[in-house]
C-alpha cells in the first residue's frame, strides 16, 4: 500500500477565489488521479495527473477549473478556480501502485465554498 | 454512457448478521471489480478485489461475487460488526481509471 497525504484537510472558502490542494505520496507511483465526491454521491474522476506532461481530463472538466501539476513522482497539486457554493465537495487524491488497477486514496479535502 | 450502478441505497442489519451489498454494471468490458468502505470524513479503504476471470473470491469476513451473466456484483460481510458501519462503494475497471457505483450506506444496529 501507499501512505498518501493531502493538505488541507478541510477549508471554507469565498466565491470567487481558488484554493490549491496538495497530494503527497510516501513512495514513487506512476498514475495519480483526482476525484471529486459531491454530497451524498460517488466519486467522480476529475483527470489523471501526469508526470511532466498535461493532466487528461474526463468530460465536464476543464483545465481552466482545475488546474493541475505533477513535478514529480510523488506529488501533485489541484486548484478549484473562481470556487462557487457548486464547487462544495470531498476532493480526493488516488494512486495505482505497480500498474496494478487497485487504487489507493488519501483522506480527501473537504471544501465548503461560501 | 456505461454505468455502475447499486440496487440499494441504504442498508440496516443487526450485529451479528450477514449483509449482502449488491451492484450491478454495464459495461461488459471491465475486466476488475473492487469494493471500497468509506467511514465519515475519510477517503475510500480497499476491502476486496476480483478479476473477470473468477466468480467468487474470500477475505477475511468478506466475500465478493461475481456473476457476468447477469452484470452483477456483490458483497458479503459475515457477522456484521458496528464497525462495518459505512459507505459502501463498487467500482470498475475497464482501462486506465476506476468507475465507481453511488454507493450503498450500510448502518450496523446493536
Known amino acids: 500500500s501507499a501512505v498518501i497525504s493531502q493538505k488541507p484537510s478541510r477549508d471554507i472558502c469565498q466565491r470567487g477565489t481558488s484554493l490549491t490542494i496538495q497530494c503527497q505520496v510516501d513512495?514513487?507511483?506512476?498514475?495519480m488521479f483526482w476525484y471529486r465526491q459531491q454530497p451524498g454521491q460517488s466519486l467522480t474522476l476529475i483527470a489523471t495527473a501526469n508526470q511532466g506532461s498535461e493532466a487528461t481530463y474526463e468530460s465536464g472538466f476543464v483545465i481552466d477549473k482545475f488546474p493541475i501539476s505533477r513535478p514529480n513522482l510523488t506529488f501533485s497539486t489541484l486548484t478549484v478556480s473562481n470556487m462557487s457554493p457548486e464547487d462544495s465537495s470531498i476532493y480526493l487524491c488516488s494512486v495505482d501502485l505497480d500498474n496494478s488497477p487497485k487504487a489507493f486514496f488519501g483522506q480527501g479535502t473537504r471544501l465548503t465554498v461560501v | 454512457g456505461e454505468s455502475v450502478g447499486l440496487h440499494l441505497p441504504t442498508l440496516s442489519v443487526q450485529e451479528g448478521d450477514n449483509s449482502i451489498i449488491n451492484c450491478a454494471y454495464s459495461n461488459s468490458a471491465s475486466d476488475y471489480f473492487i469494493w471500497y468502505k468509506q467511514e465519515s470524513g475519510k477517503g475510500p479503504q480497499f476491502i476486496i478485489d476480483i478479476r473477470s476471470n473468477m466468480d467468487k473470491r474470500q477475505g477475511q469476513r468478506v466475500t465478493v461475487l461475481l456473476n457476468k451473466t447477469v452484470k452483477h456484483l456483490s458483497l458479503q460481510i459475515a457477522a456484521t460488526q458496528p464497525g462495518d458501519s459505512a459507505v459502501y462503494f463498487c467500482a470498475e475497471n475497464s482501462g486506465y481509471a476506476l468507475n465507481f457505483g453511488k454507493g450503498t450506506s450500510l448502518l450496523v444496529t446493536p
Open positions: 513512495s514513487q507511483v506512476t498514475m
